[in-house]
């Protein structure tokens, strides 16, 4: 059974930074690429970067690009979201995902390309 476990959540203030971990099991790692995706009240569920398995790819969201960024140890079968000079809007429920990388594509992964799903975490950033 896949299990995706977030961490790392919490309230900030902005401009300050926050680092969210996903932990996987049940799937093998190296294999799957990862993704972040949030999802604020009353909005859909907006995709945030993802990366690929070997880690040398990555995307991002325009809303994030230079301010966070997605890396993984596929030794430890985590993905990791650093988020600095966060901003009111960054506030969102974080949702880790997984998927097989092989046929991705090169695109910008969407919500649907993914399979596998934690059940997330809040980051709040108040004014």
């Known amino acids: 059974q896949v299990q995706l476990v977030e961490s790392g959540g919490g309230m900030v203030q902005v401009g300050d930074s926050l680092s969210l971990s996903c932990a996987s099991s049940?799937?093998?790692?190296?294999?799957?690429?990862m993704g972040w995706f949030r999802q604020a009240p009353g909005k859909e569920r907006d995709f945030v970067a993802a990366?690929?398995?070997?880690?040398?790819?990555?995307y991002y969201a325009d809303s994030v690009k230079g301010r966070f960024t997605i890396s993984r140890d596929n030794a430890k079968n985590t993905v990791y979201l650093q988020m600095n000079n966060l901003k009111p809007e960054d506030t969102a429920v974080y949702y880790c995902?997984?998927?097989?990388?092989?046929?991705?594509?090169?695109?910008?992964?969407?919500?649907?390309?993914?399979?596998?799903w934690g059940q997330g975490t809040q980051v709040t950033v108040s004014s």
């Open positions: 990366i690929r398995r070997s880690g040398g790819t990555t």
């Open positions: 995902a997984a998927r097989w990388d092989y046929g991705l594509g090169s695109r910008k992964p969407m919500s649907t390309d993914f399979d596998y």
């Open positions: 049940g799937l093998t790692f190296s294999t799957h690429a």
